[in-house]
């Protein structure tokens, strides 16, 4: 109750300058996606992970539908984020062999020709967990090297999670953006390839194709949702660390549905919210934020943002919100602990902050001025994307029961 009463959620509507940068859009095209979910149907491991109508919570906060995209089912991982790192890894192999990434299904990526003809490659990242485990876990299918580094406070069951799929993986004395930089400085030393989802200049290509791999999340979404008879959503919420899958679900949304997108609100952890600092300051530039960035929200944990999902995002969000740790834990217990015959969904503390937003905004008079700005009425078919399950079971347990 203590931090519900010293912080608010915040919020900034988009007024951001917008340039022309239209191409920016086009990885994120229809067709461009479905190669990539070709590719990942390749994967003996891969099956659409649900979208849940939670159909009672939706009467509940006076909306249309909620539907959440449960990626606690992703090949086996309880996290959307191999599909990124898969992918780009993929991608990089195949511009080594000369080859396009349709010829290299997984059967052939992991083949010992393959490997090969390749040579030892060693992959390198920092993660707050998620990420360096499916970079880890697809190193070890490609019977390749992978070296992880984690920022200071990290989960020691996510660190142990690591290790178990053959990685070299250690927690640091530093913030994900200062390991980021390890990472870099490990790979230019030792020959290695840094998969980052975090863009800078000069290394935009690899950060590209992950966020392309989260785009077979976003068309899954839209199958699914076209299944219960919706051609597309009003609004999506989602996430953002660095913003890659934000960048990536925005710019899906946007190159399918041009002038008819989503209202697309841009969520943060409050002590990383890199991206609404920079919609506040209104001229564009990015700004960063420093220090420790300790939040239950891991994964959102970062505080310097991607330069191309950055440049979707501010031509194209409707909002950018700042949302204390408190939020994420009410979307938590609401997740799982569902209305009458709604789904139960287990998600984690950077999955289900989304919710969370949500639902103070339809159940808290405070925020009407978000939720009017917003267009959230009765009308509204809001689709929201639960990134991870229970990662680490005992802080989810803890923040769930409470204790």
């Given at each position: 109750?203590?931090e519900?009463?010293?912080?608010?959620?915040?919020?900034?509507?988009n007024?951001l300058?917008?340039?022309?940068?239209?191409e920016?859009?086009?990885?994120?095209n229809?067709?461009?996606i479905?190669?990539?979910r070709?590719?990942?149907k390749?994967?003996?491991?891969?099956?659409?992970?649900?979208?849940?109508?939670l159909?009672?919570?939706?009467?509940?906060?006076?909306?249309?539908?909620?539907?959440?995209?449960d990626e606690?089912y992703r090949?086996g991982l309880?996290a959307?984020?191999?599909l990124?790192?898969s992918f780009?890894?993929?991608?990089?192999?195949a511009q080594?062999?000369?080859k396009d990434?349709?010829?290299l299904?997984?059967?052939?990526l992991?083949?010992n020709e393959?490997r090969?003809e390749?040579?030892?490659?060693t992959?390198?990242?920092?993660t707050d967990?998620?990420?360096?485990?499916g970079?880890?876990w697809?190193?070890?299918?490609?019977?390749?090297?992978?070296?992880?580094?984690?920022?200071?406070?990290s989960?020691?069951?996510?660190?142990?999670?690591i290790?178990?799929?053959?990685a070299?993986?250690?927690i640091?004395?530093?913030n994900?953006d200062?390991?980021?930089?390890?990472a870099?400085?490990y790979?230019?030393?030792?020959?290695?390839v840094?998969i980052q989802?975090t863009?800078?200049?000069?290394?935009?290509?690899?950060?590209t194709w992950?966020?392309?791999g989260y785009g077979?999340?976003?068309?899954e979404?839209l199958?699914?949702?076209n299944?219960?008879?919706?051609?597309?959503?009003?609004?999506?919420?989602i996430?953002a660390?660095?913003?890659?899958?934000?960048?990536?679900?925005?710019?899906?949304?946007?190159?399918?549905?041009?002038?008819?997108?989503?209202?697309?609100?841009i969520?943060?952890a409050?002590?990383?919210?890199c991206?609404?600092k920079?919609a506040v300051?209104?001229?564009?530039?990015l700004r960063?934020?420093?220090?420790?960035?300790?939040t239950?929200?891991?994964?959102?944990a970062?505080?310097?943002?991607?330069?191309?999902?950055?440049?979707?995002?501010?031509?194209?969000s409707?909002m950018?919100v700042?949302?204390?740790?408190?939020?994420?834990?009410?979307?938590?217990?609401?997740?799982?602990?569902?209305?009458s015959?709604d789904?139960r969904?287990v998600?984690g503390?950077?999955g289900?902050?989304?919710l969370g937003?949500?639902?103070e905004?339809?159940?808290?008079?405070?925020?009407?001025?978000?939720?009017?700005?917003?267009?959230?009425n009765?009308e509204?078919?809001?689709l929201?994307?639960s990134t991870?399950?229970?990662?680490?079971?005992?802080?989810?347990r803890?923040?769930?029961?409470?204790?």
């Amino acid at each position: 109750m203590g931090e519900r009463m010293k912080e608010k959620i915040k919020w900034k509507e988009n007024t951001l300058p917008k340039d022309e940068e239209e191409e920016i859009l086009k990885p994120f095209n229809k067709e461009s996606i479905n190669k990539v979910r070709d590719f990942h149907k390749s994967f003996p491991q891969y099956k659409e992970t649900p979208l849940v109508n939670l159909n009672n919570l939706s009467k509940y906060l006076g909306v249309d539908g909620i539907y959440v995209k449960d990626e606690s089912y992703r090949f086996g991982l309880n996290a959307f984020k191999v599909l990124g790192g898969s992918f780009a890894m993929a991608k990089y192999l195949a511009q080594i062999l000369n080859k396009d990434i349709s010829e290299l299904p997984y059967e052939k990526l992991i083949s010992n020709e393959v490997r090969e003809e390749l040579g030892k490659i060693t992959f390198v990242t920092a993660t707050d967990g998620n990420h360096g485990r499916g970079v880890a876990w697809t190193a070890n299918k490609l019977k390749q090297k992978s070296v992880v580094y984690m920022p200071k406070g990290s989960s020691l069951t996510r660190l142990e999670n690591i290790k178990n799929e053959g990685a070299e993986a250690y927690i640091t004395d530093m913030n994900y953006d200062d390991d980021v930089r390890l990472a870099a400085k490990y790979a230019n030393e030792h020959d290695g390839v840094i998969i980052q989802d975090t863009a800078w200049e000069g290394y935009e290509d690899i950060p590209t194709w992950i966020m392309q791999g989260y785009g077979t999340m976003a068309l899954e979404a839209l199958e699914q949702l076209n299944n219960y008879g919706i051609e597309k959503p009003t609004h999506i919420f989602i996430q953002a660390g660095v913003g890659s899958l934000a960048g990536a679900v925005q710019g899906f949304f946007k190159a399918v549905f041009k002038e008819k997108a989503p209202i697309i609100t841009i969520i943060e952890a409050s002590k990383a919210n890199c991206l609404y600092k920079s919609a506040v300051a209104n001229d564009g530039v990015l700004r960063k934020v420093k220090g420790d960035m300790n939040t239950i929200m891991a994964g959102l944990a970062c505080g310097e943002a991607n330069i191309i999902g950055w440049r979707i995002l501010k031509n194209h969000s409707q909002m950018f919100v700042s949302a204390p740790d408190y939020i994420s834990e009410i979307g938590m217990r609401i997740l799982g602990n569902p209305l009458s015959d709604d789904s139960r969904i287990v998600s984690g503390e950077s999955g289900a902050v989304t919710l969370g937003v949500l639902y103070e905004i339809m159940n808290n008079s405070k925020y009407n001025e978000l939720k009017e700005k917003l267009k959230l009425n009765k009308e509204s078919k809001i689709l929201l994307f639960s990134t991870e399950g229970d990662t680490d079971p005992e802080k989810y347990r803890k923040i769930v029961w409470g204790i």
